[in-house]
């Protein structure tokens, strides 16, 4: 997994097929470094668009937990099976921080149910569920849009959906990509998805969408000026 920084001069990356550290690789001369304090216990690494806030999910205490780090290097953990009390609380994944670093969201699975997006405030609180969906449908992998009032996410069987950011609230299904962790365009324009072949640019009403070369990576994630993707 991979996601870029908000001052876009650093990607951060983790090697799903090895036993390294988290590191992040400098986009001026391509140099990798060991990102302070991650172990190899931590995946799926996220930044802010906005705020240097970082999130990701750990195995650091046994059990899966989503932790982040704010701007002043403080650590902490955002979510864990604690916030869901008498439930199976089998695996937290897929953190994404809010553009303006204040919540995060995160996808849950629950026993042997399918997984769930829910989101939480870094000031603490209880997290809600952020859609109201069935169990016959898995949420995976998803990303905020550039002012925070909605969600892009992908899912099975459903695909590429849009969801207001409140909590409990009904998706809009616009595109049938369900094989990629979608990027949102700083300018708002575009959600970047994969069919599993080719990648694509997705407009968040679902009524353009743009095929790009292609190229074969697990990840892309726009720039600062949304004019390129990494």
């Known amino acids: ?20 550290t988290p590191v992040t690789i400098s986009l001026d001369n391509g140099a990798a470094r060991d ?4 172990t190899r216990a931590d995946s799926a690494l996220s930044w802010a668009a906005r705020k240097n806030v970082l999130a990701w999910a750990s195995r650091r205490n046994g059990p899966w937990e989503v932790w982040a780090r704010t701007a002043d290097g403080t650590e902490r953990v955002v ?26 969201a995160f996808a849950r699975v629950s026993g042997h149910a399918s997984s769930k997006f829910w989101v939480i ?11 109201n969906t069935g169990q016959e449908e898995n949420e995976t992998a ?25 909590g409990q609230a009904s998706p809009v299904r616009i595109a049938a990509y369900s094989e990629s962790m979608p990027d949102w365009s700083p300018d708002g324009k575009w ?3 994969s069919d ?14 743009i095929a790009l070369p292609k190229i074969h990576t697990a990840v892309l ?10």
């Open 142 to 166: 998803g990303c905020w849009s550039p002012d925070g009032t909605q969600f892009a996410y992908t899912s099975r069987p459903a695909g590429l959906s849009v969801v207001g950011t409140g």
């Open 221 to 230: 994630a726009f720039s600062k000026d949304s004019r390129r993707v990494y």
């Open 191 to 193: 959600i970047a998805a």
């Open 35 to 38: 990102m302070p304090g991650q």
């Open 1 to 20: 997994s991979s996601d870029l920084d908000p001052d876009s001069v650093r990607i951060a990356y983790v090697d799903l097929f090895s036993e390294t």
């Open 79 to 104: 979510a864990s099976a604690a916030d869901f009390p008498g439930e199976d609380t089998t695996l937290l994944m897929s953190p994404a921080p809010s553009p303006d670093g204040t919540r995060v």
């Open 121 to 131: 405030s870094f000031a603490g609180g209880r997290p809600v569920r952020l859609t």
């Open 196 to 209: 599993g072949e080719y990648w694509l640019l997705v407009s968040p009403d679902g009524r353009r969408t």
